[in-house]
């Protein structure tokens, strides 16, 4: 393998052949099942334009298909691939040759492509989102080039699915709609898709939904250019109804060169975005969903998923957050005794001052994630690494967390002296997801983490665990040890200025045998 030959070490290539775009995603894959995503390519092919009524498909999409496989293929190759797991979706799927189709492009490319069905391509769509976004029960949908997936999920298990037999390509031929868009073939566009989405009985059980592929993630693109948005994070992000509706508005009144120009727009789907826009607010119009969360997994992330969970045969992890917690600790090395030892240490501290902190098992889950997560900076450099920390937590994918609680994560994590103090405002709502009482409860976290952390700064475990007192005066801790332990309750009490600042007490610290 190239970058390694890390034993149990295996990489794998994921394609798949959509009807707008081919995609090919490689992923190294760890002895412990850790995972992470080393290439991401996309070209867009526009395999369902200018099919015949009967699904056959053009002569030159075809071709060109085959020469991004055969790219694919060479990429693979020379990245030391071990496998490559190939699917490929709607445009295939309606051709009448679809057997021939399969046979050359796997002759031509040595790649053996599976065709899924309508069914399959939105069972791992629930598989991706499931197993990485935050929601627990949620409607998603997913407008590609030639289909529509929409999925119906309730505390994680799967309830409804259909397929709609149009997307953004073939509902722009369907509706001719060519750089400027008549306000007739808007009206006809709506009056289609709600004919259509009115044949699905169970959608309006659903209160959020779930958007993904490329139409959602230019959505989201989109809204957080114009509120100057950060963080400048896809996944997880969050919309409102009428701001989905605002948007559609604006796009229907411009012409191809404006939508190019409009911030946040991506430019190979500008010709063919407004039907996509149009079938997300259909949906939300005619459900009253009043919010929208963003994710960039789906079927590439959902053969992910069944790949590492072929043992089992249930590819629905038991914790999204815990899973992407442990595989963050495996691929980057980080130093599990002392991340697990100072988050218990830290957990034992929240627990015994609730009644003082007055927080909650909310913020308890946060400061989990911190604890476990503050030294994640160190595969950058061990340098200013809380600096790296905060950035790596906000980029590293931190499954099942919206972005509040991610903000609010990385603020805690990167708590080096008042390191998590600066940025802050940056982060406020409304171009960020924090709101001004955060600055408390970050304070309050970043404390007791610091605290945990100094605690066993010789790494050797020495402070077992603590107990801690208070009264109107002091905080008091007291140590039971294993071994010397001064230079550790040293390191704590260096936070007495902060203990008397945040909870006007002072801090007392004694060792116990």
Request: a negative charge; one cysteine or more; aromatic letters at 8%.
């Amino acid at each position: 393998m190239s970058d390694g030959e890390d034993a149990g070490m295996k990489r794998i290539g994921i394609i798949d052949l959509g009807s707008n775009s081919v995609r090919l995603i490689i992923m190294d894959i760890g002895a412990e099942g850790d995972y992470h995503q080393i290439d991401n390519v996309k070209e867009t092919v526009r395999l369902v334009e200018n099919a015949a009524p009967d699904g056959t498909l053009d002569p030159n999409n075809l071709r060109l298909a085959l020469e991004t496989l055969s790219f694919f293929a060479r990429l693979c190759r020379v990245r030391q691939v071990d496998e490559i797991l190939a699917v490929a979706t709607a445009a295939v799927r309606r051709a009448p040759n679809h057997t021939e189709i399969l046979m050359l492009l796997e002759r031509e490319t040595s790649i053996k492509i599976r065709l899924l069905t309508g069914e399959e391509e939105g069972h791992l769509d629930y598989v991706g989102v499931a197993n990485t976004v935050f929601p627990e029960t949620a409607l998603i949908i997913d407008v590609g080039g030639g289909s529509t997936k929409l999925v119906g999920y309730d505390r994680r298990l799967k309830k409804h699915g259909a397929t709609l037999p149009f997307g953004i390509v073939t509902l722009t031929e369907m509706f001719n709609m060519g750089d400027t868009i008549q306000s007739e073939q808007v009206v006809a566009l709506g009056d289609y898709i709600g004919r259509e989405l009115g044949f699905i009985p169970w959608l309006d059980k659903y209160e959020i939904m779930v958007a993904l592929g490329g139409t959602a993630r230019t959505l989201a693109r989109i809204d957080r250019r114009r509120r100057g948005y950060r963080p400048d994070i896809t996944h997880g992000y969050e919309m409102d109804a009428e701001a989905v509706a605002g948007i559609y508005r604006r796009l229907i009144n411009l012409d191809i060169e404006g939508r190019r120009r409009m911030p946040g727009m991506s430019l190979e789907r500008a010709d063919v975005i407004v039907p996509g826009f149009a079938v997300i607010n259909k949906v939300l119009e005619m459900t009253g969903i009043s919010k929208i969360v963003t994710s960039i997994s789906g079927i590439r992330n959902g053969l992910l998923f069944e790949y590492l969970t072929q043992d089992s045969q249930d590819p629905i992890v038991p914790s999204v957050l815990m899973h992407s917690i442990d595989n963050l600790i495996y691929y980057y090395g980080i130093e599990e005794p002392h991340a697990r030892h100072v988050s218990n240490l830290a957990l034992s501290l929240f627990d015994q001052l609730q009644n003082l902190h007055r927080l909650t098992s909310y913020e308890r889950r946060l400061l989990i994630i911190a604890s476990l997560l503050h030294e994640i900076g160190y595969a950058v450099n061990h340098e200013n690494y809380f600096k790296h920390t905060f950035y790596m937590l906000l980029n590293a994918r931190v499954n099942g967390l919206n972005h509040r609680e991610l903000v609010t994560a990385a603020f805690v994590a990167a708590s080096h002296e008042r390191y998590y103090l600066q940025g802050f405002r940056e982060y406020l709502a409304p171009t960020g997801p924090l709101e001004k009482r955060d600055m408390g409860t970050i304070m309050t976290l970043a404390l007791i983490l610091r605290l945990a952390k100094s605690l066993d700064k010789g790494r050797s475990g020495a402070v077992e665990r603590i107990n801690a007192a208070y009264d109107e005066r002091v905080i008091r801790l007291s140590l039971y040890t294993a071994g010397k332990s001064a230079l550790e309750a040293r390191a704590a009490l260096g936070h007495g200025a902060d203990c008397k600042a945040l909870f006007k007490r002072e801090l007392e610290i004694e060792s116990l045998p």
